[in-house]
């Protein structure tokens, strides 16, 4: 007697998750969903959204922390479809996700570097591919463990259009800078101890002397995630909401 009502209500769900959604305070409507593509001889999944409207779009590849392709990472990527953009947030740890710091650690560990980033470099070579997408308009941006992915995404990959890292390690080495083509904007935390400030001025100065183009700003009071909410003790709302248009801007003066 149930299953028939069952069936109905699953429709229902599947239908609402199909129609395209419209995010609070912006007018733009965007629809989800969930695609595979191909890494090597692997296959990826990733979460795309884009905005419900003609034509062809700017793109980002959304870099999740070390936590893995949760909620906030997905609601990252609706943001910039709101924004105009096709955003594809790329699941790097197949389908696994954590919700201790210490899964998370394991995970990220776990993580082979070289798998990453041809993970994410085939990540362009798809997004440049849909008909909805603007090829020569790709950005990358992470958080934590993704930023750090965003800007070897830009150390290895020439067709990226801009870089965007929040609080994630940095590169050192001359030849990986000289390599940096993409503009890079970054943000982060005066009070992060794993990302300290020191570190971020010698990367920012190091790329100035080198003729790249950066844009950091370190928040005072902020240590490490402080954009995301479910950083219960190292959330910090007004910073957040600031780097949050700063990525909005400069996309929209790289991309647009």
């Given at each position: 007697m149930n299953r028939?009502?069952?069936?109905?209500?699953?429709?229902?769900?599947l239908l609402a998750c199909a129609l395209p959604a419209v995010l609070p305070g912006n007018s733009v409507p965007v629809k989800t969903d969930?695609?595979?593509?191909?890494?090597?001889?692997?296959t990826v999944?990733?979460?795309?959204?884009?905005?419900?409207?003609?034509?062809?779009?700017?793109?980002?590849i959304v870099i999740h922390e070390w936590w893995g392709l949760n909620d906030w990472a997905k609601e990252q990527?609706?943001?910039?479809?709101?924004e105009g953009y096709v955003a594809l947030a790329v699941d790097l740890y197949r389908g696994k996700q954590a919700t201790t710091p210490e899964v998370a650690h394991e995970l990220s560990r776990g993580l082979p570097p070289d798998r990453a980033l041809r993970d994410l470099q085939a990540a362009v070579s798809y997004l440049a591919a849909l008909p909805s997408v603007q090829p020569e308009r790709i950005a990358s941006a992470?958080?934590?463990?993704?930023?750090?992915?965003?800007?070897?995404?830009?150390?290895?990959?020439?067709?990226l259009a801009a870089c965007i890292v929040n609080y994630g390690p940095l590169p050192t080495e001359a030849a990986n800078l000289a390599a940096i083509k993409a503009?890079?904007?970054?943000?982060?935390?005066?009070?992060?101890?794993?990302?300290?400030?020191?570190?971020?001025?010698?990367?920012?100065?190091?790329?100035?002397?080198?003729?790249?183009?950066?844009?950091i700003k370190i928040?005072?009071?902020?240590?490490?995630?402080?954009?995301?909410?479910?950083?219960k003790d190292?959330?910090?709302?007004?910073?957040a909401e600031d780097a949050w248009q700063r990525m909005v801007a400069f996309l929209r003066a790289r991309l647009r």
């Open positions: 028939p009502r069952g069936l109905a209500l699953s429709a229902l769900f969930s695609v595979q593509y191909a890494s090597g001889t692997e999944t990733a979460y795309l959204a884009s905005p419900d409207s003609p034509g062809k779009h700017p793109a980002v990527a609706r943001k910039f479809a709101a992470g958080w934590c463990m993704g930023g750090g992915y965003s800007i070897q995404l830009a150390v290895h990959e020439p067709r503009p890079v904007l970054g943000n982060f935390g005066a009070d992060d101890r794993g990302i300290p400030p020191d570190a971020v001025r010698a990367f920012d100065a190091a790329m100035k002397a080198a003729g790249k183009s950066t844009d928040y005072d009071g902020a240590g490490h995630a402080f954009e995301n909410p479910n950083n190292g959330y910090r709302a007004a910073a």
